[in-house]
């Protein structure tokens, strides 16, 4: 932690990563969407003054700009299908952010899609997405769930257990159809991210193991089930992730049963999906590749690889959701209450309370996550101060932005918004408190349209059958 002193006289302690701005107005372009700026202190996004767009559908509310969301996918697209000799296909993770809109965006902008409920494939179907170019994952889909997704013609299921091999195999049967599948490997990587989003070491619910032998049996098992087509290994290491290391040490491995199945059971898998994973900028301590650059090394790996073991490069595929949708959208809150609160050492810190929290982006009490903010509605001359933004949550772990610099004379009826919150922020809402789930506003030349509304008391009874 690093102790501060303002020049008004402030005191106060920080992460060593953060540091005092020399101007409180300024945005960090790298956290936000590409159309975001400020003009005389006032946000603007797509076009659009923050203040007026949320004095339409009130506050809190996601604001998410679609032509950075479509320049997004288009970058990981164009990135990928650039590499010579080795063809990729890109699926965006609908878990990170999805509704119909954007399930629209993602099939305009030539990419797949991925689901992993029965609810996101709906979204998806409504939504007019070729079931073809839709993966489905889970690691406990339901018989029920599997029947639709082989009805609907979802081209891969990514099976994460032997119990759903053949469960699987059974729909298939049932239905008369080929179904193609995808076998769910942990690789045994221990990537460098939080523990509760890291998803290849070997004490985790996910996958099939490498190392005990299970990944391949699960193969074998596929291969013999009538009904089911095996057309390649899938392997994801974990979220929010800058070092393409991880990713190569998960390659060798999963290459190494890739050509062993083939070896073995005299089957060429024609497929390799690496996952997504890739982390964006919440704060200045986060410093994310390009699209091209992660395309670049991934066929690096891969191809090198390949070329050690004396295989031809397999069709590839990659699952970004965060790197697309998370610097796409900003939440905008109001300010309700500011107060002074003594620390040890004689230090004090600023809580400023907003009108939201925990219910619209769970991640902070979640997985520690780490976001910043800036004061939206006003210009400043107030001398900087260290703050905490938190919830009206019933809860002391209802932190929005743990550590931030704002304004000396932040007050109630100011607007804050915070950027990156397009991954997991309304995806993972919840009426906690009974909190009514914020619309998604999507911002474009000038104009706003709601995708998602602000749900309503009556939402919120509806399911209370009294």
């Known amino acids: 932690m690093n102790a501060h002193v303002s020049p008004g006289g402030f005191t106060g302690t920080s992460p060593v990563w953060l540091r005092e701005p020399r101007d409180v107005n300024a945005l960090v372009p790298s956290l936000w969407s590409s159309s975001a700026r400020k003009d005389d202190g006032v946000l603007h996004v797509g076009g659009l003054a923050v203040p007026d767009l949320v004095a339409d559908v009130n506050t809190p509310a996601y604001v998410l700009d679609e032509d950075d969301f479509r320049a997004r996918a288009r970058a990981f697209r164009d990135g990928f299908a650039r590499q010579e000799d080795v063809h990729w296909d890109v699926y965006y993770a609908g878990k990170a952010f999805l509704c119909t809109a954007v399930a629209r965006w993602v099939a305009e902008e030539g990419l797949c899609l991925d689901v992993c409920s029965d609810g996101e494939l709906t979204v998806a179907l409504r939504a007019g997405v070729d079931p073809a170019r839709i993966g489905y994952h889970g690691n406990n889909k339901t018989a029920m769930e599997l029947r639709r997704a082989v009805d609907a013609g979802v081209g891969r299921i990514i099976v994460d257990s032997f119990h759903e091999i053949e469960r699987l195999g059974d729909v298939a049967r049932q239905l008369g159809a080929t179904q193609g599948v995808m076998v769910r490997v942990t690789a045994g990587v221990e990537a460098h991210t939080h523990e509760f989003i890291a998803t290849a070491h070997e004490d985790q619910k996910f996958g099939f193991s490498i190392s005990s032998g299970d990944a ?77 650059v992660l395309a670049e090394q991934l066929t690096k790996i891969v191809a090198g690889e390949c070329a050690a073991l004396g295989i031809d490069v397999p069709h590839l595929s ?149």
């Not at 230090?347 to 800036?374: E, H, Q």
């Open 216 to 292: 391949f049996e699960a193969a074998s098992r596929v291969l013999t089930q009538d009904g089911l087509e095996l057309s390649g290994l899938h392997s994801h290491i974990g979220s929010q992730i800058f070092d393409t290391s991880g990713w190569e040490v998960a390659a060798r491995r999963v290459l190494a049963l890739h050509a062993r199945i083939a070896a073995e059971l005299g089957h060429v898998l024609p497929e390799l999906d690496l996952g997504g994973g890739f982390g964006i900028a919440y704060t200045t301590q986060d410093d994310p590749a390009t699209p091209a």
């Open 318 to 466: 990659v699952e970004p959701g965060r790197a697309i949708v998370g610097p796409a959208m900003c939440t905008v809150y109001t300010v309700g209450t500011v107060k002074e609160v003594a620390l040890d050492g004689g230090a004090t810190r600023t809580y400023v309370s907003v009108d939201g929290g925990m219910s619209d982006n769970i991640r902070p009490a979640l997985y520690d996550a780490d976001y910043s903010c800036t004061l939206a509605s006003r210009v400043s001359s107030a001398e900087p101060v260290l703050a905490r933004v938190v919830g009206k949550h019933c809860e002391s772990g209802d932190i929005v932005v743990k550590d931030e610099f704002l304004p000396g004379d932040i007050a109630p009826g100011d607007l804050l918004a915070v950027p990156g919150t397009g991954a997991y922020g309304r995806s993972m809402a919840s009426n906690y408190n009974h909190a009514l789930r914020p619309p998604v506003v999507a911002v474009k030349d000038g104009r706003a349209r709601v995708v998602v509304r602000r749900e309503t008391v009556d939402d919120l009874l509806a399911t209370d059958v009294g």
